[in-house]
């Protein structure tokens, strides 16, 4: 069932977002598309095979109505954009892994992003997202698991689950969604990458005439661990100074360490 929450807990990741928007300027949202593969794009399972990158079972979406169970959701519900819009699900994309060996694949284990991990409030209660989710942070996009730092954001699964369940939510375009209180994106379609998940079959059924066109992505994407950040290297000296995104990966999740840190001490 839904329930209200106060506004201030999805204000603040919308104004934040909303006052770096103005600041990036469309050629570096062009240049980090250019450089980077979509934050849609399908990861792994196990090697040579794919999964996704979703949001856990259980966790609460930001809808008008107040927060609801992703698993709830349903076909034109409206869910809340960081960017002050509501938007209908146009589809939810569902996957399911079990346990087949000791241990989970790494890129199949949920990160867990701890209450007050990225901010004051945010997330309000325990994130679950696929490593490959992307949140959106400082106006641009990082993924969950090039924030771990084992301390406020680690991997995990929640105590008594032998099968992991996600979801995704896919809107008109690629936005940012409020789940827990975080911003975090909604799926970005890219050709056939829906492929990857248990009810593709339901997708085609929607799209008869064929696949919707490829999204792009609302803000620049960021990784740790590729070249993404060489979108830095091709601004102006004084462009990426006062912008302040020269290696923006390492310094967002750097700050959220230091946060952690400073958390438990």
């Given at each position: 069932?839904?329930?209200?929450?106060?506004?201030?807990?999805?204000?603040?990741?919308?104004?934040?977002?909303?006052?770096?928007?103005?600041?990036?300027?469309?050629?570096?949202?062009?240049?980090?598309?250019?450089?980077?593969?979509?934050?849609?794009?399908?990861?792994?399972?196990?090697?040579?095979?794919?999964?996704?990158?979703?949001?856990?079972?259980?966790?609460?979406?930001?809808t008008p109505a107040g927060e609801v169970c992703i698993e709830n959701l349903q076909i034109g519900d409206l869910v809340e954009t960081v960017r002050d819009q509501s938007?209908?699900?146009?589809?939810?994309?569902?996957?399911?892994?079990?346990?087949?060996?000791?241990?989970?694949?790494?890129?199949?284990?949920?990160?867990?992003?701890?209450?007050?991990?990225?901010?004051?409030?945010?997330?309000?209660?325990?994130?679950?997202?696929?490593?490959?989710?992307?949140?959106?942070?400082?106006?641009?996009?990082?993924r969950a698991k090039d924030l771990v730092n084992g301390i406020s954001i680690t991997p995990a699964l929640p105590a008594g689950r032998e099968m992991i369940e996600y979801?995704?939510?896919?809107?008109?375009?690629?936005?940012?969604?409020?789940?827990?209180?975080?911003?975090?994106?909604?799926?970005?379609?890219?050709?056939d990458n829906y492929e990857g998940f248990t009810n593709f079959a339901e997708f085609k059924r929607l799209n008869p005439v064929g696949p919707p066109p490829s999204m792009?992505?609302?803000?620049?994407?960021?990784?740790?661990?590729?070249?993404?950040?060489?979108?830095?290297?091709?601004?102006?000296?004084?462009?990426?100074?006062?912008?302040?995104?020269?290696?923006?990966?390492?310094?967002?999740?750097?700050?959220?360490?230091?946060?952690?840190?400073?958390?438990?001490?």
């Amino acid at each position: 069932m839904p329930t209200n929450e106060p506004d201030t807990e999805h204000n603040g990741p919308r104004r934040h977002f909303l006052g770096l928007a103005g600041a990036l300027s469309a050629k570096i949202a062009l240049a980090a598309v250019a450089l980077s593969p979509a934050s849609g794009a399908l990861a792994k399972k196990k090697p040579g095979k794919k999964g996704g990158m979703c949001f856990l079972r259980g966790t609460s979406v930001r809808t008008p109505a107040g927060e609801v169970c992703i698993e709830n959701l349903q076909i034109g519900d409206l869910v809340e954009t960081v960017r002050d819009q509501s938007k209908p699900v146009r589809w939810i994309g569902r996957q399911f892994y079990k346990q087949t060996g000791p241990d989970w694949h790494d890129s199949v284990l949920p990160i867990r992003i701890a209450p007050h991990a990225l901010a004051q409030g945010t997330p309000h209660r325990d994130l679950y997202v696929s490593p490959g989710h992307a949140l959106l942070i400082d106006g641009v996009l990082i993924r969950a698991k090039d924030l771990v730092n084992g301390i406020s954001i680690t991997p995990a699964l929640p105590a008594g689950r032998e099968m992991i369940e996600y979801f995704h939510i896919v809107l008109d375009s690629h936005e940012a969604i409020l789940a827990e209180g975080a911003a975090a994106e909604t799926f970005l379609v890219t050709t056939d990458n829906y492929e990857g998940f248990t009810n593709f079959a339901e997708f085609k059924r929607l799209n008869p005439v064929g696949p919707p066109p490829s999204m792009e992505p609302f803000a620049p994407i960021v990784a740790v661990d590729s070249g993404r950040e060489q979108l830095m290297a091709l601004l102006p000296s004084r462009l990426s100074r006062g912008l302040h995104i020269r290696r923006p990966a390492h310094a967002i999740r750097e700050r959220i360490a230091r946060r952690a840190r400073q958390m438990v001490s």
